[in-house]
């Protein structure tokens, strides 16, 4: 057994080959991956048939040489592969006159502020409140607003206002100092 090591590259510029993967076939089909600089590393044994592949490149094999040593380093080039596909031509209509007739009913907003109007309506703006959901600033700026609101609002807000300044209170509070006199027989 040997330490099976190398770097791959392109055979045309000498770049590293990311991500190549090694499969070692004469053992159980073990696959080894490289690394993002094309380096790999794993045990085989000497004798062992090593195929290696990537993605763009032509695959090949090559046999892991017997030596004295316990390790093996290599450097390992692939060549390109180029596929010419042919060109495609896609269209959303079956036909040249459907496809002329589609576009000649199009219906297209006169300017850029009609359709900023109809996207700013409030059934629209409703509709998408529903969906979409609040981001961190948006939920931040309600509570501040919020806040700010409860603690500038004392006097609408009469929960946390003081009752020495309402004049409802003190004539609350006449009213029963006068009552209280009525009860007692005093005027």
């Given at each position: 057994?040997?330490?099976f090591?190398?770097?791959?590259?392109?055979?045309?510029?000498?770049?590293?080959?990311?991500?190549?993967?090694?499969?070692?076939?004469?053992?159980q089909?073990?696959?080894?991956?490289?690394?993002?600089?094309?380096?790999?590393?794993?045990?085989a044994?000497?004798?062992?048939?090593?195929?290696?592949?990537?993605?763009?490149?032509?695959?090949?094999?090559?046999?892991?040489?017997?030596?004295?040593?316990?390790?093996?380093?290599?450097?390992?080039?692939?060549?390109?592969?180029?596929?010419?596909?042919?060109?495609?031509?896609?269209?959303?209509?079956?036909?040249?006159?459907?496809?002329?007739?589609?576009?000649?009913?199009?219906?297209?907003?006169?300017?850029?502020?009609?359709?900023?109007?109809?996207?700013?309506?409030?059934?629209?703006?409703?509709?998408?409140?529903?969906?979409?959901?609040?981001?961190?600033?948006?939920?931040?700026?309600?509570?501040?607003?919020?806040?700010?609101?409860?603690l500038?609002?004392?006097?609408?807000?009469?929960?946390?206002?003081?009752a020495?300044?309402?004049?409802?209170?003190?004539?609350?509070?006449?009213?029963?100092?006068?009552?209280?006199?009525?009860?007692?027989?005093?005027?």
């Amino acid at each position: 057994m040997v330490q099976f090591s190398g770097v791959i590259h392109n055979a045309d510029s000498a770049i590293a080959v990311p991500y190549a993967t090694l499969t070692n076939v004469s053992y159980q089909n073990q696959i080894f991956n490289a690394n993002h600089q094309g380096f790999f590393s794993f045990v085989a044994h000497e004798g062992d048939t090593i195929r290696l592949s990537a993605i763009g490149y032509f695959p090949q094999q090559l046999v892991v040489p017997k030596t004295n040593e316990h390790k093996v380093t290599v450097n390992l080039s692939l060549k390109a592969q180029v596929i010419d596909l042919p060109v495609v031509t896609v269209f959303p209509w079956a036909s040249i006159e459907e496809f002329n007739y589609a576009f000649m009913n199009l219906k297209i907003a006169a300017d850029d502020y009609l359709i900023a109007q109809r996207n700013l309506s409030p059934e629209s703006l409703m509709a998408m409140a529903k969906y979409v959901p609040r981001n961190a600033a948006e939920i931040q700026n309600t509570n501040a607003s919020n806040r700010h609101i409860g603690l500038s609002n004392k006097v609408v807000n009469q929960r946390n206002s003081n009752a020495l300044f309402s004049p409802l209170a003190w004539a609350s509070f006449i009213d029963q100092i006068t009552q209280g006199n009525k009860s007692r027989g005093k005027e």
